[in-house]
């Protein structure tokens, strides 16, 4: 990390720059690259000191600034906020990552095969049926007789639709609502 010092109202001393130094080396690991940063020291009013710290980082830029009576409070406190700021933009921009689409979706290499999908399945109308009054066994051997594997009747016995239709065991199956 590349670190430039500025100090407005009085000379920035070899012990801020370590103090400052050391605690940059806290948030390197939050960085975890080349970064540029700019700290401003100032005196204003004998009283209160001001740090402002300006981070250049991924095409961002990162400020923060802290008045204390204290230059190493100042300090502290606008690198903790700068800090901050840094784990918040890193969290967005894992969530952008992580939200993007594969690489192989974006730029696909080369494809297997894909077998084609079958159509949807359609509706045909084959013929129209008769309902007529049957009872079940007059159902039964008018199914026997035909090669259809249903038959559609009024059930002649409760006077609702019924079918009566082939099993594969031999049996015969019926169906009222």
């Known amino acids: ?14 012990a801020i ?3 400052i130094t050391e605690h940059f080396k806290k948030v390197d690991n939050v960085f975890g ?3 540029r940063a700019h700290v401003i020291l100032s005196l204003e009013k004998h009283h209160r000191q001001v740090a402002e710290v300006v981070v250049h980082w991924h095409d961002r830029s990162l400020t923060s600034k802290a008045d204390t009576t204290d230059m190493y409070t100042s300090v502290t406190k606008a690198i903790d906020k700068i800090r901050r700021q840094a784990l918040k933009l890193h969290g967005k921009i894992v969530d952008r990552q992580q939200r ?3 690489a192989s979706k974006v730029a696909p290499g080369p494809t297997p095969p894909v077998a084609p999908e079958a159509p949807a399945p359609r509706v045909i109308r084959s013929r129209k049926h008769q309902v007529k009054p049957m009872t079940l066994e007059e159902a039964i051997l008018g199914l026997a007789e035909s090669a259809d594997q249903f038959i559609v009747f009024n059930n002649a016995t409760n006077g609702g639709v019924a079918i009566m239709f082939k099993r594969k065991d031999g049996n015969y199956g019926l169906i009222e609502p």
């Open 33 to 35: 690259e080349a970064v």
């Open 100 to 102: 993007a689409k594969p």
């Open 17 to 19: 720059k370590k103090h």
């Open 1 to 14: 990390m590349k670190i430039e010092y500025t100090g407005r109202g009085f000379k920035v001393s070899p």
